[in-house]
C-alpha cells in the first residue's frame, strides 16, 4: 500500500533542508573595526572595500564600520585579540601594518600576537616618504643632520611609520628629528604642520598622492620631500631619495640595515583586513575567497582607479606568511629596535 505523505509534513521536511544548507551570513551583520576617525585613508579603504564585498559573500551580509581609534591603532587591535567573538562577524577593516612592532619591543599594553590573527587580505603594498613644509630649512636629510634644531614630526604613536621612518633615520644617516606623539590620526597631523606647530610628517606615498589637501598642497608648493622608502624611486617622487639610497650615502653598516629592513617589512602588508584568532578555518576560507573576487571586480577596480589609489593587493595566505615572518626575529635585532623605539 502506498503510503501518502500530509502537505503540512512535506513542508516541514524542506523547510528544515533548506534552513540546513543556507549560507552561514544569509541574514548577519558584519562589523569593521577601523582603528582610526572616519576622514583617513584607513577609513576610506575601509569602507571602499566593504561597500563591494558582501555580493561576493555566499548569503550576502550586511557591513556596519565602527571607528574605533586610539594609541595608533592600538587600542582596535587589542579589540579584535581580546575582545571580538571568532565567529566571522568582526573584521579589522584596514590597519596600520607596523603594529608588530609594539610586539617585538614587548610594549605592557599590547595584547595581541600579530601571527595569530586570521588575515584576510590587503588592496595594496604601500611605500612612504616624508613630506616637510617648505618654508623651513631642512630642504635635505643632510639639513637635518647639521641643523640646530631639529624638525619637529607629528606621529599618533610610536610604532607608525610617522614615529619610526624619522628615528630609522637617525639610527641610519644621523639625521635627527623631534617626534610629537599624541595626534589622534593623520588629519590632526596634516592640521598641526598648517598651524606651524610641526614641521613633517612621514606615511604612505598612496596617501599623499591620493586627496586633500595634499593636491592643494602640490599646486601651492607647501611642501617637499625629504626621502621615501620605494625602491627604486616612485615615478611620482622622481627626485626624492630613497632610503636605500641614503645609507650607501651615509655608509651605514650591516646592522643599519637589518634594522631597516625589519622596519620596512610592513611596506608589504599595505593596509590588512583581518580578523579574530581562532575563527573556524571555513569562514576564513569564504572571507579570503570574498576579498580575492572583490579586487578582481570590475567596478571595484574602477572606483580605485578614480580615486587615485594604489591597488596592489595581498593574499590572505601571503599576509599570514608575512606576520609570521616578521615577529621571528633574533635576539639582537629585538635588542636593536628596542633602543630606536623605546621598551
Not at 585613508?41 to 556596519?64: C, E, S, T
Not at 645609507?247 to 631597516?260: A, F, H, I
Not at 590588512?272 to 576579498?291: N, Q, S, T, Y
Request: glycine share 8%; net charge positive; proline share 8%.
Amino acid at each position: 500500500m502506498k503510503r501518502i505523505i500530509p502537505a503540512f509534513l512535506c513542508i516541514l521536511i524542506w523547510s528544515a533542508g533548506a534552513s540546513a544548507q543556507a549560507p552561514f551570513y544569509q541574514g548577519k551583520r558584519i562589523t569593521v573595526i577601523v582603528g582610526t576617525p572616519p576622514g583617513n585613508l584607513y577609513d576610506f579603504w575601509a569602507r571602499l572595500i566593504v561597500a563591494h564585498m558582501g555580493k561576493q559573500i555566499p548569503g550576502n551580509p550586511d557591513f556596519v564600520v565602527q571607528n574605533m581609534p586610539g594609541a595608533g591603532h592600538v587600542v582596535a587591535a587589542n579589540h579584535m585579540f581580546s575582545v571580538a567573538k571568532p565567529d566571522g562577524l568582526t573584521l579589522n577593516g584596514s590597519i596600520i601594518p607596523s603594529l608588530y612592532l609594539n610586539q617585538l619591543v614587548g610594549r605592557s599594553e599590547i595584547q595581541f600576537d600579530w601571527a595569530k590573527f586570521a588575515w584576510i587580505g590587503s588592496p595594496a603594498r604601500g611605500a612612504s616618504q616624508m613630506y616637510m613644509r617648505a618654508d623651513t630649512p631642512y630642504k635635505t636629510v643632510e639639513d637635518v643632520r647639521t641643523a640646530k634644531e631639529p624638525p619637529k614630526c607629528g606621529a599618533t604613536g610610536v610604532t607608525g611609520p610617522d614615529s619610526y621612518l624619522p628615528k630609522l633615520m637617525q639610527e641610519v644617516a644621523g639625521a635627527k628629528f623631534s617626534i610629537v606623539t599624541g595626534y589622534p590620526g593623520g588629519t590632526d597631523i596634516d592640521l598641526g604642520v598648517e598651524r606651524g606647530e610641526i614641521h613633517c610628517r612621514a606615511f604612505t606615498i598612496e596617501a599623499f598622492f591620493g586627496r586633500e589637501p595634499y593636491h592643494t598642497w602640490r599646486k601651492k608648493g607647501f611642501v617637499r620631500h625629504l626621502f621615501q622608502t620605494a625602491n627604486p624611486r616612485d615615478s611620482r617622487l622622481p627626485d626624492t631619495p630613497t632610503v636605500a639610497e641614503i645609507m650607501d650615502q651615509y655608509k651605514t653598516p650591516e646592522s643599519g640595515r637589518r634594522l631597516s629592513a625589519v622596519l620596512l617589512a610592513a611596506d608589504m602588508m599595505g593596509r590588512p583586513m583581518f580578523g579574530p584568532p581562532g575563527m573556524a578555518p571555513d569562514r576564513v576560507k569564504i572571507l579570503r575567497e570574498a576579498f580575492r573576487k572583490t579586487m578582481s571586480d570590475p567596478q571595484f577596480q574602477d572606483e580605485v582607479k578614480k580615486r587615485n589609489y594604489e591597488f596592489d593587493p595581498v593574499t590572505g595566505e601571503e599576509l599570514e606568511k608575512m606576520a609570521k615572518e616578521v615577529t621571528s626575529q633574533p635576539p639582537e635585532v629585538i635588542e636593536r629596535l628596542k633602543k630606536v623605539l623605546g621598551n
